[in-house]
Nanobody, 120 residues
């Protein structure tokens, strides 16, 4: 079983910055990808950014140029640096870990979510 613990959410004014952190622990094995998702009230959960095992990252069009995803393999952690925040970035942000604890399994673990609120 894998545990993911997020931190760094909060209330910020439009134009401000926040940095989200997510640390994973447990029987992880091989890390395939780490990602950040978000879910705003009344909307579906959407991918914000992900970073695969080779280091390549992908971003939603709505956050390109403003958000940066990074990871620390030694700490099994992923980060999301958010700048130039907009009210429409308000959501609960979740980290996700795609991992293979053995040769036959490919699993996904989720964090509990952290609230990000951007005031106008």
């Amino acid at each position: 079983q894998v545990q993911l613990v997020e931190s760094g959410g909060g209330l910020v004014q439009a134009g401000g910055s926040l940095r989200l952190s997510c640390a994973a622990s447990g029987n992880i094995g091989r890390i395939n990808a780490m990602a950040w998702y978000r879910q705003a009230p009344g909307k579906q959960r959407e991918l914000v950014a992900d970073i695969i095992s080779g280091g390549r990252s992908n971003y939603a069009d709505s956050v390109k140029g403003r958000f940066t995803i990074s990871r620390d393999n030694a700490k099994i952690a992923v980060y999301l640096q958010m700048t130039s925040l907009k009210p429409e970035d308000t959501a609960v942000y979740y980290c996700a870990l795609d991992y293979s604890p053995d040769l036959l399994s490919s699993l996904r673990g989720w964090g509990q979510g952290t609230q990000v609120t951007v005031s106008s």
